[in-house]
C-alpha cells in the first residue's frame, strides 16, 4: 500500500493564532482501490473501486473542497463521529450520581458529539507501517462531557479491497464513548446520488433492533424484527424498501442489533448493486449498526435544492445509505444496553471493515 499527502485547504485556527493546514491523504493498493482523507473530522471523501467492466467508481458521496466541509449543512460527509455517536435523549446522564448536561444539537437531544463534534475538528495525524493515523484530544467538559478524552483512529487498506478502520480511546474520568464513520454510500458511483438507491440489495445480520420514539431515540426495549420493515436478514431490494415507508422521512434510520460472531469481528451487512456489481460487506466488533438512507437530504418532491457534491454532483433524498458501526443509541442511559462507559485506565476499542467485491 502507498500512502500521498497534500494540503487540501486551510482552517481559522485559534490554537494556531490564524490560519492551519488540514491535510488530504490517499491511499493506494495494487488492486486499484483508492482511498482519500482528510484531517478535518478524520473523514473519508472518496473511496474508488473498480466495477464489473473494470472502470473506478467513486462510491461514497462529499465534497471537492474543504469549503463544503465546513458547512453547518454538511451531513457529516464521511467524518468520524464521536464523542459518542448517534442520539442521547435531552443530552443528559448520570455518572456515579453526577449528572450530566451536554448540548442539545438535535431539538433537545444531543446528537453525535454535539454542535462542534470531532466531525468538526482538526485531527492531528502520522503514518505507522501503512496504516494512517490519526488522534485528538477532547478536553474534560466540551461540549458537556466528563474527563479527557484521546481518541485515535487509524485507516488501511488491503490488497484484497479492504479499508480497516480501529478506533480507541482513553479518558482521565468516566465517561460515555462511541466513535464511528459516517460514510454515505452509493455502490453504482457518486453520480447517482439524486436517483434513489435503485439496484441496490441489502441483508443486515440482525435478529432485533431497538424501537425508537417521536424523537428517534431507542425506547430502550429490544424487538424482534420478524413480521416487520426490519427484516432484512434475506437479500431484499432496499429501493422497493424505501417505497413501503410512511410519509414523512419515510426510511430507514435505525439500530439493528448485530448478530454477535463466536470469534472476530461479526458480519454486519452486505449491499450489493446490480448494476455495478460493486458488493460491500461490513464487518465489525460493535454490538449495533445504524442503517440510514439519507431520509433527510434534500426532498425533490417538495422542490427542494440539491446538495451539490463532488463534480457539481446533485445528492438528494435516498441518493445514500451509511452502516454505522456502533453501541445502542442512548446506551448511557439504558442499564439493559451494553455499557457506553469507560473509566479511567481502560481502552475503548472498535474495529470495523469494510470489504469491497465484485460480483459477476
Given at each position: 500500500m502507498k500512502i500521498t499527502e497534500t494540503v487540501f485547504g486551510t482552517i481559522d485556527s485559534t490554537a494556531d493564532h490564524g490560519k492551519s493546514e488540514v491535510q488530504e491523504f490517499t491511499l493506494y493498493n495494487g488492486s486499484g482501490m483508492v482511498v482519500?482523507?482528510?484531517?478535518?473530522?478524520?473523514?473519508?471523501?472518496?473511496?474508488?473501486?473498480?466495477?464489473?467492466?473494470g472502470n473506478l467508481k467513486d462510491v461514497v458521496l462529499g465534497y471537492d473542497d474543504l469549503e463544503g466541509y465546513l458547512?453547518?449543512?454538511?451531513?457529516?460527509?464521511?467524518?468520524?463521529?464521536?464523542?459518542?455517536?448517534?442520539?442521547?435523549?435531552?443530552?443528559?446522564?448520570?455518572?456515579?450520581?453526577?449528572?450530566?448536561q451536554l448540548s442539545a444539537n438535535n431539538g433537545v437531544n444531543h446528537l453525535h458529539g454535539g454542535f462542534n463534534g470531532f466531525d468538526k475538528k482538526t485531527w492531528q495525524h502520522r503514518i505507522e507501517?501503512?496504516?494512517?493515523?490519526?488522534?485528538?484530544?477532547?478536553?474534560?467538559?466540551?461540549?458537556?462531557?466528563?474527563?479527557?478524552?484521546?481518541?485515535?483512529?487509524s485507516y488501511f487498506v488491503t490488497e484484497d479491497n479492504a479499508l480497516q478502520i480501529r478506533y480507541q480511546a482513553t479518558t482521565t474520568k468516566p465517561?460515555?464513548?462511541?466513535?464511528?464513520n459516517h460514510s454515505y454510500f452509493n455502490l453504482a458511483g457518486d453520480e447517482f446520488g439524486s436517483e434513489e438507491l435503485i439496484d441496490h440489495i441489502i441483508?443486515?445480520?440482525?435478529?432485533?433492533?431497538?424501537?425508537?420514539?417521536?424523537?428517534?431515540?431507542?425506547?430502550?426495549?429490544?424487538?424482534s424484527v420478524d413480521n416487520t420493515a426490519y427484516d432484512l436478514r434475506k437479500p431484499s431490494n432496499l429501493f422497493q424498501l424505501l417505497?413501503?415507508?410512511?410519509?414523512?422521512?419515510?426510511?430507514?434510520?435505525?439500530?439493528?442489533?448485530?448478530?454477535?460472531?463466536?470469534?472476530?469481528?461479526?458480519?454486519?451487512?452486505?449491499?450489493?448493486?446490480?448494476?455495478?456489481?460493486?458488493?460491500?460487506?461490513?464487518f465489525s466488533d460493535q454490538p449495533g449498526v445504524q442503517l440510514y438512507t439519507a431520509n433527510?437530504?434534500?426532498?425533490?418532491?417538495?422542490?427542494?435544492?440539491?446538495?451539490?457534491?463532488k463534480g457539481t454532483q446533485k445528492y438528494t433524498k435516498h441518493g445514500a445509505f451509511c452502516l454505522e458501526t456502533q453501541n445502542y443509541?442512548?446506551?448511557?442511559?439504558?442499564p439493559e444496553f451494553p455499557t457506553a462507559i469507560i473509566t479511567p485506565g481502560e481502552i475503548y476499542t472498535h474495529s470495523t471493515i469494510f470489504k469491497f467485491s465484485v460480483i459477476s
Amino acid at each position: 500500500m502507498k500512502i500521498t499527502e497534500t494540503v487540501f485547504g486551510t482552517i481559522d485556527s485559534t490554537a494556531d493564532h490564524g490560519k492551519s493546514e488540514v491535510q488530504e491523504f490517499t491511499l493506494y493498493n495494487g488492486s486499484g482501490m483508492v482511498v482519500k482523507i482528510i484531517s478535518y473530522g478524520a473523514a473519508v471523501t472518496t473511496i474508488c473501486v473498480k466495477d464489473r467492466s473494470g472502470n473506478l467508481k467513486d462510491v461514497v458521496l462529499g465534497y471537492d473542497d474543504l469549503e463544503g466541509y465546513l458547512r453547518e449543512t454538511n451531513p457529516y460527509f464521511g467524518a468520524t463521529v464521536g464523542r459518542v455517536a448517534n442520539r442521547i435523549r435531552e443530552g443528559k446522564f448520570t455518572i456515579h450520581k453526577q449528572n450530566f448536561q451536554l448540548s442539545a444539537n438535535n431539538g433537545v437531544n444531543h446528537l453525535h458529539g454535539g454542535f462542534n463534534g470531532f466531525d468538526k475538528k482538526t485531527w492531528q495525524h502520522r503514518i505507522e507501517d501503512n496504516k494512517l493515523i490519526f488522534s485528538y484530544l477532547s478536553k474534560d467538559g466540551e461540549e458537556g462531557y466528563p474527563g479527557d478524552l484521546l481518541a485515535e483512529v487509524s485507516y488501511f487498506v488491503t490488497e484484497d479491497n479492504a479499508l480497516q478502520i480501529r478506533y480507541q480511546a482513553t479518558t482521565t474520568k468516566p465517561t460515555p464513548v462511541c466513535l464511528t464513520n459516517h460514510s454515505y454510500f452509493n455502490l453504482a458511483g457518486d453520480e447517482f446520488g439524486s436517483e434513489e438507491l435503485i439496484d441496490h440489495i441489502i441483508e443486515v445480520n440482525a435478529n432485533s433492533f431497538t424501537p425508537v420514539d417521536d424523537s428517534m431515540v431507542p425506547t430502550g426495549v429490544v424487538e424482534s424484527v420478524d413480521n416487520t420493515a426490519y427484516d432484512l436478514r434475506k437479500p431484499s431490494n432496499l429501493f422497493q424498501l424505501l417505497k413501503k415507508f410512511p410519509s414523512g422521512p419515510n426510511g430507514f434510520d435505525i439500530n439493528f442489533c448485530v448478530n454477535k460472531a463466536e470469534t472476530g469481528l461479526s458480519f454486519v451487512s452486505r449491499v450489493t448493486n446490480t448494476k455495478t456489481g460493486i458488493s460491500l460487506d461490513v464487518f465489525s466488533d460493535q454490538p449495533g449498526v445504524q442503517l440510514y438512507t439519507a431520509n433527510f437530504f434534500p426532498d425533490p418532491n417538495k422542490n427542494d435544492s440539491p446538495i451539490i457534491g463532488k463534480g457539481t454532483q446533485k445528492y438528494t433524498k435516498h441518493g445514500a445509505f451509511c452502516l454505522e458501526t456502533q453501541n445502542y443509541p442512548n446506551a448511557v442511559n439504558i442499564p439493559e444496553f451494553p455499557t457506553a462507559i469507560i473509566t479511567p485506565g481502560e481502552i475503548y476499542t472498535h474495529s470495523t471493515i469494510f470489504k469491497f467485491s465484485v460480483i459477476s
